[in-house]
């Protein structure tokens, strides 16, 4: 490929809506232009890391026995009524109707249209397992865009389902994938981890995350660094205390705070440190009729010690709030509690609510929390004394580092980072809903056990750059750069021996089948230079008429500050070295 026939086009500076690295040098590199929030076109340049992002994939996927097919990208609504997520996404689900008024969605994923070829095509055990996968375009319509490619509204996504007959071919089915996605992420070249993770809204008992180490990741990643223990943050079980609860030592008293509502602020004006403080959060649960009308509500009352926040993932399994769960309305908290929040404890209520303490406040004596009434907090407070036990103890926080890894191996650390692939054991949930079965070997009709798996195949080139850059520009692993080697001739159109010998080396590294670019723009050196430096081409081989007469190369990796001299005679094989062809 020489450049002068292919579309070159950087900037020296980014917009200013972008936020993150990857999505800065993204732009700046030429290889995506917004269209719109969340939509973007990927350019020439961006094109050719999607599609070698994409081959991986699909070789991996081909090896470990997938098959695959492209699915609509428009989809119609009533599989997804059939399911219940066609109301229970939410507004990310993006909705349509045709000119004759019938719904349909923009597939965001495509478990319901897979369920419905499985219980078409799928009859009998014999023909188990499958695995089903497409490489297709997806859209989710998020309430913000944001971070370029880690979070837009249009992207692509490898997504596979499996089909088996139990759960144990489930299972077996679930750890093959595993080991393929490992496979997928080792040929990347990427630091990453497998991490417990929720299944959200695919649901499922089973889940992983396939996670780049990145400092700029917006998911916190919990692991034991004595154990294999991974977990990402609203997974991640903070251990029941082994400490048993001390007994009161202070009497309570109703202590003026003025003008202090969060628990920082009232511990630092006591001069108490934050873990003895207790915060309120209010959350409600609604009746609704069959109309969808709401007949009833249950206030709840959350209780975390003060240097803690809620996981509302662990919070949304609680019994009584797993159905769904509100906050609740100031009218609902000063029915209940007398007071606004800022000042709300569970001593003194206006009317009855369901309380809930974390592990860590149910071991707690001599605490902190809010009276009631504004400008004041209740302090010595203790369970049994002065208030009766928790209805109910669960894990209901995120854990921190420094708390007892679950396993017992040690402490937890947290690092950063971002979801590339996620892996699900699904069970029936989809299967039974869509009344998708098969018959057994007894001859009766069984339902599927499925799984399904899925990789940001636009969101990993996004999370390689967050991992691999400098303030030049990109730094590639060869398997997904744009290209592997370019050859950047200086006075090519003044010195015919340089063009002679860059369009020697060009021709030679083509044959040899690797990917190659050669600059014939007749650009100025440092310009040159800067453009495949910003756009991260691993390999750099640079032609003058000062080094051919020495018969020397200069090469240069993109990881290199400085470049070294080669000979130009030994250049194929140097390269072939440094893992090139």
Known sequence: MKASQFFVSTYKEAPADAEVVSHKLMIRAGLIRRVSAGIYTYMPMGLRV???????????MNRAGAVELSMPLVQPGELWQETGRFEKMGPELLRLKDRHGRDFVMQPTSEEVVTDIARSELRSYKQLPVNLYQIQTKFRDERRPRFGLMRGREFIMKDAYSFDKDKAGAQASYQIMREAYSRIFDRFGLRYRAVAADSG??????????????????????????????????????????????????????????????????????SIPLRTTVKSLVLATDTLDEQ??????????????????????????????????????????????????????PIGLQKPVRIIADREVAVLGDWVCGANEVDFHYTGVNWGRDLPEPELVADIRNVVAGDPSPDGQGELAIERGIEIGHIFYLGTKYSKAMEATFLDESGKPSFFEMGCYGIGVTRLPAAAIEQNHDERGIIWPDAIAPFTVVVCPIGMDRSEAVREAAEALHAQLAQAGVDVILDDRGERPGAMFADWELIGVPH?????????????????????????KVSSGNIMAFLKEQGVG
């Open 292 to 345: 969808g009308a709401i007949t009833g509500s249950q206030v709840w009352l959350l209780l975390l010690r003060g240097d803690h926040d809620m996981n509302e993932v662990k919070v949304g399994k609680v019994p009584g709030l797993d159905q769904g769960f509100r906050f609740a309305t100031e009218a609902e908290i000063i029915e209940h509690f007398g007071a606004k929040p800022g000042y709300l404890g």
């Open 540 to 564: 750099r081989v640079v032609i003058s008429d000062r080094n051919l007469k020495e018969g020397q190369f200069e090469y240069q990796h993109r990881r290199q500050e400085s470049p070294q």
């Open 201 to 270: 809204a695919i649901g499922g008992d089973l889940s992983e995350e396939f996670q780049v180490i990145a400092a700029t990741g917006e998911d916190a990643i919990i692991y034991c660094p004595g154990s294999d223990y991974a977990a990402n943050i609203e997974k991640a079980e903070a251990a029941a205390p082994s400490r048993p609860r001390s007994a009161p030592g202070q009497p309570l008293a109703k202590t003026p705070t003025p003008g202090k509502s969060t628990c920082a602020d009232v511990a630092d004006l006591l």
């Open 50 to 60: 999607l599609h070698k992002v994409a081959a991986i994939v699909r070789e991996e």
